[in-house]
């Protein structure tokens, strides 16, 4: 959601990708 346009923050890309790992396997 409002993740996606915090990507072109380098130091939001940290977070995102936590949040990426702990969403796949939620799905």
Do not use: N, T, W
């Not at 915090?6 to 799905?27: A, F």
Request: aromatic share 12%; net charge positive; hydrophobic share 35%.
């Amino acid at each position: 959601g409002y993740f996606a346009f915090q990507q072109h923050d380098p130091g939001s890309k940290v977070c995102i990708r936590k949040v990426e790992v702990m969403e796949l396997p939620s799905k």
